[in-house]
């Protein structure tokens, strides 16, 4: 998820009340994805993170913070990937 989202309303005349109120927009906007990520992911046996950027860490800690960190099986760094590379790669990882 890029971090520079762009919000309507605010002023963009570099007012730092303005920035404040799109970092603010932004935050509660990912702490809602992870929440739902998180409840998709809350009875799983295991998980395996993984993707390009940030948000790996990101959803580790959260769900560290949710008490699900020992459900964590890796994380690993992963370029853009399609569909069926997913599948296959978790297939993969599954099977060892």
Do not use: W
């Not at 370029?79 to 296959?88: E, L, P, V, W």
């Amino acid at each position: 998820m890029e971090k520079h989202v762009r919000f309507s309303g605010g002023s963009e005349s570099g007012d730092r009340s303005g920035e404040d109120q799109r970092d603010r927009r932004f935050t509660d906007h990912l702490n809602r994805y992870y929440d739902e990520v998180i409840a998709y992911v809350r009875d799983a046996e295991s998980i395996l993170i993984f993707g390009p950027g940030e948000a790996r860490g990101e959803l580790k800690a959260r769900l560290e913070s949710e008490k699900l960190g020992a459900r964590i099986v890796a994380v690993e760094t992963e370029d853009k990937m399609t569909d069926r590379q997913i599948a296959a790669k978790v297939r993969q990882y599954f099977q060892k």
